[in-house]
């Protein structure tokens, strides 16, 4: 399972990015896909997920109404559409992987982990 995420950089607040993960390796249509962010000395929180069909999603409360998760299983991907950006917004941002047919915000419920890209969101 590989995995790689990009689209990550430098926003001002009120500012707009979108993340991509794709996924290659690996039969990604039996596989939930989740986001997590980490911010500098902070511990790694989900930010969003979202189930093999993309019948299921999931959002942490802050980033609701704000950030907007979908997937393309014909492309391999998911994206995050991150709208309304804020300072607390910046962090790395990780997308990870695991064969279920729902979705957890729970880091330790993904087996596979790709790189981070990182976020800054900043006047």
């Known amino acids: 399972v590989q995995l790689q995420a990009s689209g990550g950089g430098l926003v001002q607040p009120g500012g707009s990015l979108r993340l991509s993960c794709e996924g290659s390796?690996?039969?990604?249509?039996?596989?939930?896909i989740g986001w997590f962010r980490q911010a500098p000395g902070k511990e790694r929180e989900g930010v969003s997920c979202?189930?093999?069909?993309?019948?299921?999603?999931g959002y942490v409360d802050s980033v609701k109404g704000r950030f907007t998760i979908a997937r393309d299983n014909a492309k391999k991907s998911v994206y995050l559409q991150m709208n309304s950006l804020k300072p607390e917004d910046t962090g790395v941002y990780y997308c990870?992987?695991?064969?279920?047919?729902?979705?957890?915000?729970?880091?330790?419920?993904?087996?596979?982990w790709g790189q981070g890209t990182l976020v800054t969101v900043s006047s």
């Open positions: 979202i189930s093999n069909s993309g019948d299921s999603i």
């Open positions: 390796g690996f039969t990604f249509t039996y596989y939930a």
């Open positions: 990870a992987a695991q064969r279920f047919s729902s979705c957890s915000l729970h880091r330790k419920w993904y087996d596979s």
